[in-house]
């Protein structure tokens, strides 16, 4: 956590950032010497300084008391539904500030995301189906679906920059009471900027290695005395370390515009258009890696893995992505304990992909040149070719239109103090898709194996005519209440009501596959689908309790569980029997308890949390245990349990930490196991995470610091494959930087990526074919300026 020079302001909300501390924690933040002036009731304190790029700007009604040296804890959310502060939230929750992400010059949401013990990108997707986007796993489960913006759902598979955010939430456990349908073991809310009352320019300009090169500016306009304008604008061409042709452009635009900031009535509004045209990455084949063996033909490449900088792909490839969202925001005080708020987003993400692709197979005993991999001299590697035979296109666009209104209260019955949140919601998510393939049977020249060439030639594609429609819309209505009954105790509960209907419309191309669709129609022949839909009703909740011995210490205990319907991953419904995402299968469902303790100490500066944590997800496909049918039933299980330690903050004025450490234990309790190596662990799970962060301001304006990344080794999933590995290894990468102050206006950053160029497997596709190779060492030179 970045060092901050806290300016306290009394206020009951700040924005969207409601935080309704209890009388036990605003006798904690008088201990650590915070002066506090507050309306009887709810208040926040922003964690930031007024004069710093990365401070959450009061938007309520506020008076200025006097600034006062606080290192701060990033220790607040952002979410209405959170009515206590972290310390008194009985659940995981940690927030990613804006401070650490520049330090760490992270520009992605799974860069950032690197600061989370044990959450990440570890699965490349299966054979014909790679992975795009943002692909975050999270306790053995995957968060991609769960991936929020302001509490609103940011709907599409692609990779999500990070200019316009403030802060990332990242919650673990069940997540589906505040936000409807989820992965069962958590979500990641992204908080935007918000215009404020400051006139400011801040900005960065990066260059570096592989031709990394990056733009970013933050205008702030007072534009009258309770209106104001910010921009925020990105611009980025780099490539990536370690990868040939591998390369991210993109440019985007977010403005928003506030008016009666300071009053009891406010009105946000904020717009976002974002331009990409990527080169997506194809993955290197595992040939040669450790758990890999030669199938027949291959013998010869024992001992000869290619290099990790190969490319596979062709210049063909490409991932253009538009996205566009516009969100108005009203807020009302009724009166100094009532506030209403009401938020509308619209947004569409269009994305056009093609990735080529391949399957790293040998042949077999009778025939070895029958698989992908060829030669013409067996002894020579030289002559060694792989057939780039599975392109990956898409076609796709999702929408969203959604209304939040939300209430928030404080109030008293008896002797009991209650901070109560609740509201009605209602969402249409849409998916549109559109299928390509290959035209006439047509291919991809062979690459070299271990010297390939993207100027590939041969294969043409064209629309099938197969698409899929899918539409979700949901109805939600919630309440959150936390009861303060002493200093010493709280109870905190919510409820939520989800009724939804997801419709699925798909059209299939004729085959010979396929011939009992076509009738006497030819093969090619296009057949619609029957409709498919969804209806029914959900009712998520949690229950959670916190004791407080000593003001700074809460230990606390969570009963939660959270529900994901057919469909409510991915927009499409199934007719198979052996899919979750049949109409006829109930919702899986997962239960969480979860026991920790959050303790705050060095005057309020630093952050120590444990939680022990078991989740069981229940309603899972058991090929095992089978109906009269036939058919698999639903009476599989699977558990996830560990232990998490965090801590951040301030050890000095001068010294910042960040750190964590999860242990896990992933498993299949009941049905088929999933993994290739045959254990009952979950799939892409690491068993032992860790992630730790600090920095260090010397007197003279240098800033030096660094931090290690530990990520155990990987279950892969299971499949026909021979040959491929069945696991990943862990491995460890160490970063630095080094910032100097040049001026009050200018400072210079240098940041150094895997100091000891560290190679190792980032992710791992279902059959183990291809993997992801972690990035090479690197060097970004930033120069940060303000006025």
């Known amino acids: 956590m970045q060092q901050a020079t806290l300016l306290i302001v009394s206020r009951k909300y700040a924005g969207s950032q409601r935080q309704a501390l209890t009388q036990a924690s605003l006798k904690s933040l008088a201990a650590a010497g915070i002066a506090l002036s507050a309306a009887q009731g709810a208040w926040a304190a922003d964690t930031t300084t007024a004069a710093a790029d990365t401070s959450a700007e009061p938007q309520r009604a506020a008076k200025t008391l006097d600034a006062v040296n606080v290192r701060g804890l990033r220790d607040t959310s952002a979410s209405n539904k959170y009515t206590q502060a972290l ?94 349908r989820a992965a069962p073991t958590g979500s990641i809310n992204m908080i935007t900027k918000q215009a404020r009352l400051r006139n400011a320019i801040y900005g960065t300009v990066s260059a570096g290695t592989d031709n990394q090169k990056r733009i970013t500016t933050d205008w702030s306009q007072k534009i009258g005395a309770t209106s104001a304008l910010r921009l925020n604008a990105m611009w980025q061409d780099s490539d990536v370390p370690g990868r040939d042709h591998v ?33 997506p990455d194809g993955y290197v084949p595992t040939i040669g890696l450790p758990g890999w063996t030669p199938q027949p033909g291959l013998e010869a490449l024992v001992g000869h893995p290619v290099n990790p900088e190969n490319f596979y792909g062709t210049s063909s490839d490409h991932d253009k992505v538009t996205a566009q969202m516009a969100t108005l925001r009203f807020e009302h005080d009724l009166n100094e304990h009532v ?132 539409t979700t819309t949901t109805t939600s209505l919630y309440v959150f209440d936390t009861l303060t009954f002493s200093e010493k105790f709280l109870i905190t509960g919510g409820v939520r009501a989800d009724r939804y209907k997801t419709e699925f419309k798909s059209s299939t191309v004729c085959s010979a596959t396929r011939a009992p669709l076509c009738g006497s129609n030819p093969a090619g022949t296009v057949y619609d689908n029957p409709l498919v839909t969804l209806s029914d009703t959900l009712i998520n909740y949690k229950l959670g309790a916190v004791y407080k011995p000593i003001e700074d210490l809460s230990l606390y205990a969570n009963y939660a569980i959270s529900y994901q319907p057919p469909g409510g991953a991915n927009f499409s419904l199934s007719t198979a029997n052996n899919s979750l995402d049949n109409p006829s299968m109930d919702p899986q469902k997962a239960r969480t308890v979860e026991l920790g303790a959050k303790w705050r100490t060095f005057g309020g500066r630093l952050g120590l949390d444990l939680a022990l944590f078991r989740t069981n997800v229940t309603n899972e496909i058991n090929t095992q245990v089978l109906d009269a049918n036939g058919n698999p039933t639903q009476t599989g299980e699977k558990e996830v349990k560990g232990v998490e330690l965090s ?42 995470s860790f992630t730790a962060w600090t920095s260090y301001k010397l007197p003279f304006g240098l800033t030096i610091g660094g931090g290690a990344r530990h990520m155990g080794g990987l279950h892969r ?15 460890t990468v160490y970063d630095a930087v080094a910032a100097m102050k040049l001026t009050d206006s200018l400072d210079l950053r240098l940041n150094a990526y895997n100091l000891g160029n560290k190679k190792y497997v980032a992710s791992i596709n279902k059959s183990g074919y291809r993997y992801t190779p972690g990035a090479a060492r690197s060097v970004l030179l930033s120069l940060d300026f303000k006025f």
Do not use: C
């Not at 390369?247 to 406010?266: D, Q, V, Y």
């Open 647 to 688: 801590l951040f903050g301030n050890l000095t004025e001068a010294w910042t930490v960040s750190a964590g450490y999860t242990h896990q234990k992933a498993v299949v309790k009941e049905g088929a196991f999933v993994t290739a190596d045959g254990t009952p662990n979950l799939t892409y799970t690491p068993g032992d």
């Open 87 to 180: 310390q008194n939230t009985p659940q995981t929750v940690q927030v990613i500030g804006r401070e650490l992400i520049k330090e760490q010059g992270a520009t992605t949401l799974s860069e950032a995301l690197r600061n989370s013990a044990g959450v990440g990108t570890f699965y490349a997707g299966e054979n014909g189906n790679t992975s795009t986007g943002d692909t975050i796993s999270m306790r053995g489960f995957d968060t991609s679906n769960s991936i929020f913006l302001d509490g609103i759902r940011d709907v599409g598979s692609i990779s999500r920059d990070i200019f316009n955010i403030e802060q990332i939430e990242v919650v673990k456990g069940p997540a589906g009471t505040d936000t409807g």
């Open 717 to 731: 999933g299971t499949d026909g494959a021979v040959g491929t590995p069945s696991y990943t290894e862990s491995y």
């Open 339 to 470: 506030t209403i708020t009401n938020t509308t987003r619209w947004s569409r993400t269009e994305q056009d992909y093609m990735l080529t692709a391949f399957m790293s197979t040998g042949g077999t005993v009778a025939n070895p040149m029958a698989g992908n991999i060829k030669w013409t001299n067996p002894a020579d590697l030289s002559t060694y070719t792989l057939n780039r035979s599975h392109p990956t296109f898409k076609e796709q666009r999702n929408g969203l239109l959604a209304n939040q209104l939300n209430l928030g209260a404080d109030f008293a019955t008896g002797t009991v103090q209650h901070a109560l949140s609740a509201g009605l919601e209602w969402t249409r998510e849409s998916q549109d898709f559109r299928a390509q393939g290959a035209a006439n049977g047509s291919s991809w020249t062979p690459a070299n194996l271990y010297s390939p060439d993207w100027n590939a030639t041969g294969l043409v594609w064209n629309y099938t005519g197969a698409e899929n429609h899918g």
């Open 247 to 279: 390369n991210n452009s993109r440019w985007a635009i977010a403005p928003s515009l506030a008016f009666g900031l300071g009053t009891p009535t406010r009105l946000y509004l904020n717009l976002f258009h974002m331009k990409q045209d990527n080169v």
